[in-house]
């Protein structure tokens, strides 16, 4: 996704993987899939395993199994998609 979609084809947007469909990759769980967010799959939509996909991720993260570089990436695309509608653009509402 990384190289083809975003580099090649130049998209400019972020990934959202599938519902679970993560977990169907050769090697991963829908609690963990460190393969798919290397590919370039920049948030995952699981709606029962979240939190532990979250623990994995930040494991992974630490342990060097995920590069500090994609997670920042992951970020910047994400963020760049949400400037680019304006999500920071108003004041927050008041409660």
Known sequence: MTEVLKGQMGFDG????????????????????AQAFNAGVDIFNAPQDWKALYANLVREV???????????????WILRAKIRIGV??????LN
């Open 14 to 33: 972020f990934v959202i993987g599938d519902w679970n469909a993560h977990g169907q990759i050769p090697g991963c769980t829908k609690a963990d899939c």
């Open 62 to 76: 630490n342990d060097g199994t995920i590069p500090k570089a994609r997670l920042d990436d992951a970020v910047r």
């Open 88 to 93: 920071f653009d108003e004041s927050a509402p």
